[in-house]
């Protein structure tokens, strides 16, 4: 496996080091009172599964320490389920033939209107590489009447040049999500068959660039389930999010921790990530990158979530819709969407479930004038 172009370690010699970490070196970690990149790779490792508990009890130590009690609860809203992408894996993928829809400006007010009608206050954006239904100047444009109705809008698009996030960013969207799928360079181009998205280093790129524009929150994560080695994967993103963070140390990282799910087309997933693994995985992030927002989608079931909730995870979604028209669709009795959702629950029950751990959901936990 070749490995990120900053890594000073060959994919060899960390799963190597990872395997071989001792029980009791991963206990000295749960010790330090600021990991480091080491501590995490202990955390990941094999030796730390008995350790669960403990690693449990110390993430929901941290997570409490920088986030409270508070949840935050946010809403995707997709634009297009064209794409001139062929990734095998992926319900939108180009060669898939199936229905698609792009949503016109009216229709994308109307979606967001029975978003913001369910108590949502920050919005997620996301669409399929379709540079005619999701062009930037319609983005930015949507974008600026959105945030008359949303304190926070994040985007999950394709990658952009500096030039066009710079145009998001002064529209009035501040965070950038952007998942590299998989940072084996290998196995990406064979997950990657068509389209712009064979292009590795610039996903990679991405969102350095966007940090250039001035994105406040930069958002990453891989698609668990692709790679047979989840530790090094998650290795990989550890090693991206720390890069990130030293040159755009302005901006804030964020993790999101997407298992791939049945898909519209048939896609066998690979390589299965347990939730005992996921869990793991979650732990050592929070461990690590102790100020950082941990996100869970509808993908998870309802009580993995709210359990996560508890103890590292900071963002839940909720009351979620994954297709292009997929709320009003809801509404008129209909069912849509990109890949298998395992919490389809309401938000009301979801903020009601949460409350009953003792946990407080708030649907804003920000604002620009913060981070003026």
């Known amino acids: 496996m070749k490995m990120l172009p900053y890594s000073k370690y060959s994919?060899?010699?960390?799963?190597?080091?990872?395997?071989?970490?001792?029980?009791?070196?991963?206990?000295?970690s749960l010790r330090s009172n600021a990991p480091g990149f080491t501590d995490f790779l202990h955390f990941i490792s094999p030796a730390a599964i008995p350790?669960?508990?403990?690693?449990?009890?110390?993430?929901?130590?941290?997570?409490?320490?920088?986030?409270?009690?508070?949840i935050r609860l946010y809403a995707p809203l997709y634009i297009s389920s064209y794409c001139i992408n062929n990734c095998v894996y992926c319900g939108f993928r180009s060669s898939y033939n199936h229905q698609r829809r792009r949503l016109n400006f009216d229709e994308i007010m109307n979606e967001a209107q029975?978003?913001?009608?369910?108590?949502?206050?920050?919005?997620?954006?996301?669409?399929?590489?379709?540079?005619?239904?999701?062009?930037?100047?319609?983005?930015?444009?949507?974008?600026?009447?959105?945030?008359?109705?949303?304190?926070?809008?994040?985007?999950?698009?394709?990658?952009?040049?500096?030039?066009?996030?710079?145009?998001?960013?002064?529209?009035?969207?501040?965070?950038?999500?952007?998942?590299?799928?998989?940072?084996?360079?290998?196995?990406?181009?064979?997950?990657?068959l068509g389209g712009p998205k064979q292009d590795y280093m610039f996903r990679l790129n991405a969102l350095a660039a966007g940090g250039r524009a001035g994105f406040y929150n930069l958002g990453m994560g891989a698609l668990l389930g692709l790679n047979p080695n989840w530790r090094i994967e998650a290795t990989n993103l550890a090693i991206h999010a720390m890069w990130i963070r030293k040159k755009f140390w302005r901006s804030r990282t964020q993790f999101s921790f997407p298992r791939i799910t049945p898909t519209q087309g048939g896609f066998h997933v690979p390589a299965p990530v347990s939730d005992t693994e996921l869990e793991q995985m979650m732990l050592a992030f929070r461990l690590f990158f102790r100020e950082s927002d941990l996100f869970l989608s509808t993908r998870e079931?309802?009580?993995?979530?709210?359990?996560?909730?508890?103890?590292?995870?900071?963002?839940?979604?909720?009351?979620?819709?994954?297709?292009?028209?997929?709320?009003?669709?809801?509404?008129?009795?209909?069912?849509?969407?990109?890949?298998?959702?395992?919490?389809?629950?309401?938000?009301?029950?979801?903020?009601?479930?949460?409350k009953a751990r003792g946990l407080e959901p708030v649907f804003k936990d920000w604002d620009l004038c913060f981070s003026a």
Do not use: W
């Open 301 to 354: 079931k309802h009580e993995f979530r709210t359990r996560m909730a508890e103890i590292c995870a900071s963002h839940l979604s909720a009351g979620s819709q994954v297709a292009p028209g997929g709320y009003q669709a809801f509404l008129d009795g209909q069912s849509l969407g990109q890949f298998t959702m395992n919490d389809q629950l309401s938000v009301t029950t979801v903020i009601s479930d949460l």
């Open 11 to 28: 994919a060899e010699e960390l799963d190597d080091y990872i395997r071989n970490t001792s029980p009791e070196s991963v206990k000295n």
């Open 51 to 70: 350790l669960l508990p403990e690693l449990r009890e110390s993430a929901a130590a941290v997570k409490r320490m920088y986030f409270g009690k508070t």
């Open 114 to 192: 029975i978003i913001k009608d369910m108590g949502h206050d920050s919005l997620l954006l996301i669409t399929g590489e379709d540079p005619k239904g999701a062009s930037v100047p319609f983005v930015a444009k949507c974008i600026r009447e959105l945030k008359k109705k949303f304190s926070y809008i994040n985007i999950e698009f394709y990658p952009m040049n500096e030039n066009d996030y710079r145009t998001l960013f002064e529209a009035g969207c501040h965070g950038l999500t952007l998942y590299q799928e998989t940072y084996d360079q290998e196995l990406y181009q064979t997950l990657h």
